[in-house]
């Protein structure tokens, strides 16, 4: 069965610090991997998207991941973190025809 | 494009009653809906997809009886919480497949925030 993990449940970096968020995948088949964002009661944002292409994927709020298929996982990074960052994020993946499988979630917290 | 809504985006209802929640894809035709359930503090669990004029096929652990789903057509899916008690509260987020794309992306509605008292 695919799934994502989701590795630190928090983190919290300083604001102008980089921020690392790690997700790692299992699929017997190549994946598909989205990054999502969650303020605070509100839906879903699509920060960014692996779909087999460039293995380095640039996002929306200058976020980023790099799709690494021998480590199986597809990290999001952000060279300075801005206190409108700090919100929910989910790593999501699938496979062929299946619905979007969730991490667990990390939230991030920015301090100033 | 690919603008998913949902209503109401919240809704407070007494214990017993029953809730029905609208989705909808303003913009495309979804092949496939989805339905989400999200507790506070954890990640989203899918609980059920449908189709187009199919039956919904729901996750293990979903009473089917309970959460009654139907997607008459390619622009709407509808979620009715029937006999809602106060464990139902939670927030419902759903999301479409659209038809015909290369990549099958799936776009989310902003949620509906169910409160039962």
């Known amino acids: 069965a695919q799934s994502v993990t989701q590795l630190g449940s928090h983190v919290s970096v300083s604001e102008g610090a980089l921020v690392l968020l790690r997700c790692n995948y299992s699929?017997?088949?190549?994946?598909?991997l989205f990054w999502y964002v969650q303020y605070p009661n509100q839906g879903l944002q699509l920060l960014l998207k692996?779909?087999?292409?460039?293995?380095l994927v640039k996002g929306i709020n200058g976020f980023e991941a790099e799709f690494k298929k021998s480590e199986t996982s597809f990290h999001l990074t952000k060279p300075s973190a801005h206190m409108s960052d700090a919100a929910e994020y989910f790593c999501?993946?699938?496979?062929?025809?299946?619905?979007?499988?969730f991490g667990k979630g990390t939230r991030l917290s920015v301090i100033a | 494009g690919a603008v998913v809504s949902q209503h109401p985006s919240r809704v407070i209802c007494k214990s017993g009653t029953s809730v029905k929640i609208e989705c909808r894809s303003l913009d495309f035709q979804a092949t496939t809906m989805f339905w989400y359930r999200q507790f506070p503090k954890q990640s989203l669990m899918l609980m059920a997809t449908s189709n187009e004029g199919s039956k919904a096929t729901y996750e293990q652990g979903v009473e089917k009886d309970k959460f009654l789903i139907n997607h008459a057509s390619l622009t709407l899916s509808t979620l009715t919480v029937t006999s809602a008690h106060p464990e139902d509260s939670s927030f419902y987020i759903c999301?479409?497949?659209?038809?015909?794309?290369?990549?099958?992306?799936?776009?989310f509605g902003p949620g509906t925030r169910l409160t039962v008292l």
């Open positions: 699929s017997s088949v190549p994946p598909y």
């Open positions: 692996y779909t087999s292409a460039a293995t």
């Open positions: 999301s479409a497949r659209q038809r015909d794309r290369v990549v099958h992306e799936q776009f």
């Open positions: 999501a993946h699938f496979s062929g025809n299946t619905p979007l499988v």
